[in-house]
């Protein structure tokens, strides 16, 4: 708290504060990753990659340069999971919590902050709200604990190994982080159901929307009163259009693959295989197989899936899933000769419309530039890199192998893709501009100009 005050006299916006704080965590996780309690006995790893794990950690993005299960010690495990706590909820959430436990005000300028941090447009129940998502997280993670730590008592010689697995992956699946500690993903469990229907109900609670969840715990409470509840359009505009994506892009997995990856598979392998892919690109990063075994189409596909992302005030990155929503319905509805959305009984505001379209052309550029940067310096093709590069702004985690063998450059590129995927498209925009809202003195007189 005396922090943001402080930081506050030097005249920031509470944009640039947030991205302070995360670049902060960026510099705390790397030094907690360097310390050599962390690492098994004989790693050495460069700053580059300390840098690039931590950015990743923070970030929850997942790609990773070294492999965590051979890298990370138990106790560097622990601290890895700590820092996807940070990534995963927020800076603000956590701080949050840590200003009530001692008990310190919550003034106007740290209430600005968490409004930034979980793209709010109003003051009203900030602290209740990262109450609620602090706790609802802490539910998730310790049920996935507890189911997956259990049931890997059958797979893990000792218990510890599997409540420490069990503990590691409901975290990185809550958090949508994509880090295992497995060596392999959810390869070893490509055949075991279980383990991923808990990895895919994890991945989504994290993905789909803080605001998402806590609405349904509302309407839930309110059934047992009987007691009227409405769901805000919000609500259902992500529900509708996240879980549209999940299974068209199951089903599209599916027409593209039957002839080849799914080939000689039975019905229920299948089924998963598309089901799982199709989660994860949300935001998610786990994978059961490996993606370098899809075609190309296929590939393409997961690549725009990760470039959506997940919902707004999420754990997730991308454009998010409400802007693709925006954008699509205002391209339908401009092809039908209207100048409005409506949508849910309500009509979408016009500066929501101009603001999607802005974060979907600023993230083609981003994600553009980035591929022809990786293109001009790295050896691999342009399929692998569009798809690292939709992967790191998404925050997804996913890869086609080649983020180990990237040069420092393109370990560069993509941290700085990642950092921009985490913050989002908005307070990247804003942190250049220094302002977050202009009112302008004076107006030219408008003339029309000729369009496509």
């Known amino acids: 708290m005396y ?16 991205v302070l704080f995360y670049l902060a965590a960026v510099i705390v996780a790397t030094l907690l990753l360097s310390l050599p309690y ?62 009530l436990v001692f008990r310190k005000r919550i003034g106007l300028k740290e209430r600005q902050l968490i409004m930034t941090d979980q793209n709010r447009g109003t003051f009203t129940g900030l602290v209740a709200l990262m109450k609620q998502i602090l706790v609802l997280i802490l539910i998730f993670e310790a049920v996935g604990t ?6 890997f008592l059958s797979y893990f010689p000792t218990w510890q190994e599997a409540f420490l697995q069990g503990f590691f992956g409901a975290v990185s699946a809550t958090t949508n982080a994509g880090f295992d500690i497995t060596g ?16 895919m109900i994890l991945l989504i609670l994290g993905a789909i929307g ?8 509302e309407f839930l409470l309110n059934k047992k009163r009987d007691t009227h509840f409405r769901f805000s359009l919000f609500t259902k505009l992500t529900t509708v259009t996240f879980f549209s994506l999940l299974v068209i ?22 089924f998963f295989y598309s089901l799982f892919q199709s989660v994860t690109t ?24 990760m470039f959506i992302g997940a919902s707004p005030s999420s754990v997730g990155g991308g454009i998010r899933t409400t802007t693709f929503a925006i954008v699509l319905l205002t391209i339908f509805a401009f092809a039908r000769g209207r100048n409005s959305i409506k949508v849910f009984h309500r009509e979408i505001d016009n500066y929501d419309m101009i603001k999607s379209f802005v974060v979907v052309v600023v993230a083609m550029l981003v994600c553009g530039t980035a591929v022809i940067a990786l293109s001009a310096s ?75």
């Open 3 to 18: 922090t943001a005050r402080k930081m506050a006299r030097l005249n920031l916006t509470s944009i640039q504060l947030i």
């Open 38 to 99: 962390t690492h098994k006995p004989g790693m050495e790893w460069s700053f580059i990659d300390a840098f690039f794990t931590a950015v990743s950690a923070v970030s929850v993005t997942g790609l990773t340069v070294v492999s965590t299960a051979d890298t990370f010690s138990t106790f560097g495990v622990f601290v890895l999971a700590f820092i996807l706590q940070f990534g995963g909820i927020g800076i603000m959430t956590l701080g949050t919590f840590i200003w």
């Open 146 to 151: 507890l189911l997956l730590g259990i049931y």
């Open 184 to 199: 392999e993903s959810l390869i070893p469990f490509a055949q075991d159901y279980y383990v991923q229907t808990i990895n």
């Open 210 to 217: 803080f605001p998402v969840l806590i609405e349904t715990k």
């Open 249 to 270: 892009g199951a089903l599209l997995i599916y027409l593209f693959e039957r002839n080849h990856f799914f080939t000689g598979m039975s019905w229920h392998e299948t």
């Open 282 to 305: 949300r935001n998610g990063g786990l994978a059961t197989m490996d993606v370098n075994e899809f075609t190309t189409p296929t590939q393409l596909l997961l690549s725009l899936f």
């Open 378 to 452: 790295e050896p691999f093709s342009l399929m692998a890199i569009v798809f690292e590069v939709c992967s790191a702004f998404g925050t997804t985690g996913l890869s086609m192998g080649i983020t180990p063998e990237l040069s420092t450059f393109g370990k560069v590129v993509i941290i700085i893709v990642m950092f921009i995927g985490r913050i989002g498209i908005f307070s990247f925009l804003f942190l250049l501009r220094g302002h977050e809202a202009t009112t302008e003195s004076y107006h030219y007189p408008k003339e029309r100009v000729i369009i496509g």
